[in-house]
């Protein structure tokens, strides 16, 4: 079965740049998304297509997807962008979530 | 106003069923693939199961294949998870959510509040 692969937890200050991978086979030939989830709450789609942004999200989130990884980018980071995230893909219609990754705003 | 809320959650016994629903509103449910998605306590989320806007196509997770089945009436704008020969590794939130897009490349836009699911004798 397909699997995506993220890094278990991601730190980084206040106003800096946050990059969190995710990788998988030929990941690039498929849309990747992404949900942001904060504890106690239902995700919420952060990037879908690769690289496009649902109404309402802040335009420091920002993704990109190529061979066999995809990249979710958090530019200018504040303290409300802690959370969980998660990158998704489908595969012949089946759903397949990434392992997710913590981000810390220290 | 657009939303999805589950129902049905509680706790039961390992084998036993349970059935989950999702009443949407605010929008066309019609028009919309429905999917379910869980969270076991603690772990990530995992994606369970899809139905086509009009029902006519169905996916499941392998985890769940064969003991699970998604339905959904459109004439009550409610989606439905059946879930059989419940094992203690079911014990998650489940959620729904619209998959909006095409068909093969949803995302999930909209989704419900969750609905917890415990198996536990």
């Known amino acids: 079965s397909y699997e995506l692969t993220q890094p278990p937890s991601v730190s980084v200050s206040p106003g800096q740049t946050a990059s969190i991978t995710c990788s998988g086979d030929?990941?690039?030939?498929?849309?990747a998304c992404w949900y942001q989830q904060k504890p106690g709450q239902s995700p919420v789609l952060v990037i879908y297509?690769?690289?496009k942004r649902p109404s309402g999200i802040p335009g420091r989130f920002s993704g990109s997807n190529s061979g066999n990884t995809a990249t979710l980018t958090i530019s200018g980071t504040q303290a409300m962008d802690e959370a969980d995230y998660y990158c998704?893909?489908?595969?012949?219609?089946?759903?397949?979530f990434g392992t997710g990754t913590k981000v810390t705003v220290l | 106003q657009v939303r999805l809320v589950e129902s049905g959650g509680g706790v039961v016994q390992p084998g036993r069923s349970l059935r989950l629903s999702c009443a949407a509103s605010?929008?066309?449910?019609?028009?919309?693939?429905m999917h379910w998605v869980r969270q076991a306590p603690g772990k990530g989320l995992e994606w369970v199961a899809v139905?086509?806007?009009?029902?006519?196509?169905?996916y499941y997770a392998d985890s769940v294949k064969g003991r699970f089945t998604i339905s959904r009436d459109n004439s009550k704008n409610t989606l439905y998870l059946q879930m059989n020969s419940l094992r203690a590794e079911d014990t998650a939130v489940y959620y729904c959510?619209?998959?909006?897009?095409?068909?093969?490349?949803?995302?999930?836009?909209?989704w419900g509040q969750g609905s917890l699911v415990t198996v536990s004798s």
């Open positions: 959510a619209r998959g909006d897009g095409s068909s093969g490349y949803w995302y999930l836009v909209l």
């Open positions: 605010g929008f066309t449910f019609s028009s919309y693939a």
């Open positions: 139905i086509w806007y009009d029902g006519s196509d169905k």
């Open positions: 030929k990941l690039g030939d498929k849309y």
């Open positions: 297509q690769d690289n």
């Open positions: 998704q893909a489908w595969d012949s219609s089946i759903g397949v």
